[in-house]
């Protein structure tokens, strides 16, 4: 028995040895991730605020009129564009999207009216940016509330009090971050030994092994094992950059996480294996895979999270294998689970392991 283990070992060794020697290899489970963790990380970043792009045409000298000019200037929900001078420079930027509403404050706007200054404030705004509108008139309302306070004492019969939640929310990046590790498995787990397998088949490779002691279980256990070991150093590049590009605030325990993306990549990687032990050639092992990883891709929550899509929907992507690989992370990353705390996660990926190497011992063929 201790002699099958060190067969084992031995061509985990060499398939590791093998990866990190070629660059391809290492471009597709390394650098190929990351790219989409910047493009996504710099769509949902947590650094991006909400905020309404909008123009400032000041048609009046008062001082409410200044006052009102430079509160919306000074606002985090405003983005002036201060380029804009006049009506046919603002409606052009609308017309391109360029611009969310253009505020127009009149000449009349804070003149003395019975001893107490007053006017009224147009927001123009376009169709296509009816939400956007909206929100900057409601904005707007709620400054001139405090304006108008200065000026007349009203009490209010009815108020409303906010009060903060100590509950810790998720950000987009939060949910995009699990999902790109998802990514990456799938990646490792799939497209790995769909690619391998058929060229060693070629190459006659796999023919040779089948003429040796090596039984079919040690040699997926030493895939599965150098498999790991890549999978941690890919995915260790990802917190490493999501942390420092991106403040990305890990609350689990790092040996939990690896734990779990050790099993993840184990189940995952049964695909692979299947597909690729399957096929004789890479024209029979492309499209296979393809029709099983896109709807895990898209369906699982990998690029936006599932709770967006019907509900119908969101069922059928939870008998998916991804999903609870992609959820499990999500708790574990950034919601400070344990491993005690995931049992129907840990149980999906347990059923699916079964089905999913019953199904790889099947198939697999040596040539």
């Known amino acids: 028995m201790k002699g099958k283990f060190l067969t084992v070992f031995v061509f985990a060794r060499l398939n590791t040895k093998r990866f990190f020697r070629d660059k391809l290899a290492i471009f597709f489970a390394v650098l190929f991730p990351l790219i989409f963790l910047f493009v996504f990380g710099g769509i949902f970043s947590k650094n991006n605020n ?6 400032v045409i000041n048609h009046s000298n008062t001082q409410a009129a200044n006052s009102l000019a430079s509160s919306i200037n000074h606002s985090k929900l405003f ?10 420079e603002a409606n052009s930027k609308m017309s391109k999207n360029q611009l969310d509403s253009t505020i127009i404050i009149p000449s009349n706007f804070g003149v003395l009216s019975k001893g107490i200054p007053s006017g009224k404030v147009n927001v123009l705004y376009s169709v296509n940016s009816d939400q956007a509108g909206s929100a900057v008139v409601s904005v707007l309302n709620s400054q001139l509330q405090g304006l108008n306070a200065k000026y007349v004492k009203v009490n209010m019969p009815f108020s409303v009090v906010g009060t903060k939640s100590t509950n810790k929310t998720l950000t987009a990046f939060d949910y995009t ?7 990456s498995i799938i990646g490792l787990g799939i497209f790995g030994p769909i690619n391998v397998f058929p060229e060693l088949k070629k ?22 094992i150098s498999q790991a070991i890549v999978g941690l150093v ?22 939990e996480i ?27 092992a492309a499209p296979l895979s393809n029709i099983i990883v896109f709807p895990m891709i898209f369906l699982s929550g990998t ?47 347990g059923i699916w392991i079964i089905i999913i190497y019953f199904i790889a011992f099947r198939v697999f063929r040596w040539e």
């Open 50 to 55: 909400t905020s309404f792009k909008v123009a």
């Open 79 to 88: 983005k002036v564009d201060a380029t804009v001078m006049n009506m046919t």
């Open 177 to 183: 971050f699990s999902g790109l590790l998802g990514f």
């Open 203 to 224: 190459q006659g490779i796999l023919r040779r092994f089948h003429t040796t002691p090596l039984r079919v279980w040690q040699y997926f256990l030493a895939t599965m």
């Open 234 to 255: 890919a995915i260790a590049v990802l917190f490493i950059a999501a942390i420092t590009v991106f403040h990305l605030k890990v609350t689990g325990n790092y040996l």
């Open 258 to 284: 690896a734990l779990y993306i050790v099993l993840s990549i184990a189940t995952i990687l049964g695909i692979g294996l299947a597909l690729g032990g399957w096929a004789k050639n890479e024209r029979q």
């Open 303 to 349: 690029f936006f999270p599932t709770f967006l899509m019907p509900i119908w929907l969101q069922k059928v992507s939870g008998y998916l294998p991804l999903t609870p690989v992609i959820n499990g992370l999500r708790l574990l990353t950034t919601e400070g689970y344990h491993l005690v705390n995931l049992g129907p996660q840990l149980l999906a990926l």
